[in-house]
C-alpha cells in the first residue's frame, strides 16, 4: 500500500532539497530500522580556514531568477545550477557560458532532463557524463541519482545510476558530486524515516566498475572526520581528489545555519583530515564547487529575498 508523506518545509537549501518538492511515497515495513551504513565520527574542530577571501556575486547575465547549487564545469566553460527548490516553483536543470570568472551568459534549461518533478544538484565529468537528483521516480524505486550524456546544453541517454541507493524505504540519497575523471561518486545518504529533520546525513562513496557504482568498503574510514552528528551534505571534490568542500548543519541550533567546510588528504587512499570551515564565508551559505585550478570556490547564499551565486578566491595553491 502507498502512503503519501509530505515532507516538512523548514528552511531553503540544498539539504532540504526533498522537503521542499518531495511528495515520497514511503513503503516502511514493520520492524525494518533504518540505521546509517557508517559510523559516525565526532571529531569537530574550530579551527578556520583562511586563504580564501573577497566575496562576490557573480552574474547571470539574461537570467534575473534564483540560482541554486552551482557547478563549474571542468573544463571552466559552463556554469550548471538549478532555480529555486520551493513550490510552486518547477525546479529544473539551467546552464550558462563562462564570460569571465564573476560573468556567464545564461543559455535556458537543460534540455533532454528537465521533468515536471523537481530535478537539481548537477555536476559534469571531463568526458561529458552529467549526474543529478530527481524525485521522477522514487516512489517506484527508491532511486534519485541520474546521469546522462551532456553536449552543448542537451543531456541524452537519461536513466538511473544503478548501485547507488540502498533500496530501503525512507533512505533518500541526496546531492551528487562526480569525480573530474568520472570514477568516483560522492552522495548523501538521508534517513528521512522520522519525515522531519532526518535522523541522519552522511556523505558517501562509490567507485565505478563497468556501467554501475559501488559503494566503497572504505567510505566510512576515508570520511571519519567529516561525517559527524551532525548533517553532512554537498561534497564537492578537487580535480586532483585530495581536497573536499562540504556543507555541515547542526539541525538543533537555532536557527540552523549551514556552513562551508574544506578537508584535505596528502594521498588518495588516505582519510581526510579534520575539516575547517571557511572563514570568509558567512552567514546562510551552501552547494560548493571548485574551479579546476582550485583557485576559486562558488556557491550559494540568500541576498535580497533571492538565492545568487557568490565566489570567493584564493592565491595558486602550492603542490608539495
Known amino acids: 500500500m502507498n502512503r503519501e508523506r509530505k515532507y516538512p518545509i523548514i528552511i531553503n537549501n540544498s539539504y532540504f ?3 521542499t518538492q518531495i511528495l515520497v511515497s514511503v513503503v516502511i515495513s514493520s520492524g525494518c530500522g533504518l540505521r546509517p551504513d557508517q559510523e559516525l565520527g565526532s571529531n569537530l574542530s574550530k579551527a578556520e580556514y583562511k586563504l580564501f ?14 540560482a541554486m547549487e552551482p557547478f563549474i564545469t571542468r573544463d571552466g566553460r559552463w556554469l550548471l545550477f538549478n532555480n529555486r527548490n520551493e513550490k510552486p516553483q518547477n525546479t529544473n536543470l539551467h546552464y550558462a557560458e563562462r564570460v569571465d570568472d564573476l560573468t556567464f551568459e545564461y543559455k535556458g534549461e537543460i534540455k533532454g532532463v528537465n521533468t515536471p518533478s523537481l530535478e537539481g544538484v548537477p555536476t559534469l565529468d571531463r568526458a561529458g557524463n552529467l549526474f543529478f537528483v530527481s524525485n521522477r ?4 524505486t527508491l532511486c534519485t541519482i541520474y546521469r546522462g550524456r551532456f553536449a552543448e546544453g542537451l543531456v541524452s541517454g ?3 545510476v544503478p548501485g547507488v541507493s540502498r533500496l530501503q524505504g525512507g533512505i533518500v540519497n ?9 570514477n568516483t561518486l560522492y552522495f548523501v545518504d538521508g534517513d528521512f524515516k522520522s519525515l522531519s529533520p532526518p535522523k541522519s546525513a552522511v556523505i558517501v562513496i562509490a567507485e565505478r566498475r563497468g556501467a554501475e557504482f559501488v559503494r566503497m568498503s572504505r567510505s ?5 572526520n567529516v561525517n559527524t552528528q551532525k548533517l553532512q551534505y554537498a561534497a564537492a571534490i578537487s580535480e586532483d581528489g585530495l581536497e573536499l568542500f562540504f556543507n555541515r548543519l547542526d539541525r538543533n541550533a ?10 584535505e588528504r596528502k594521498h588518495i587512499a588516505d582519510p581526510f583530515d579534520v575539516p575547517q570551515k571557511i572563514a570568509a564565508i558567512t552567514g546562510f551559505a551552501e552547494g560548493p564547487t571548485l574551479s579546476s585550478d582550485g583557485c576559486s570556490l562558488y556557491y550559494h547564499k540568500m541576498r535580497d529575498g533571492k538565492f545568487s551565486i557568490f565566489r570567493v578566491t584564493r592565491p595558486l595553491p602550492t603542490k608539495d
Open 174 to 182: 541526496f546531492d551528487v558530486e562526480i569525480s573530474s575523471d568520472g
Open 254 to 263: 537555532k536557527p540552523p545555519i549551514p556552513q562551508i567546510f574544506r578537508t
Open 137 to 140: 521516480s522514487y516512489e517506484k
Open 17 to 19: 532539497l526533498f522537503w
Open 53 to 66: 577571501a573577497g566575496e562576490q556575486r557573480v552574474t547571470i547575465r539574461g537570467y534575473d531568477g534564483d
Open 158 to 160: 537519461v536513466e538511473i
Open 220 to 224: 566510512a574510514e576515508i570520511l571519519k
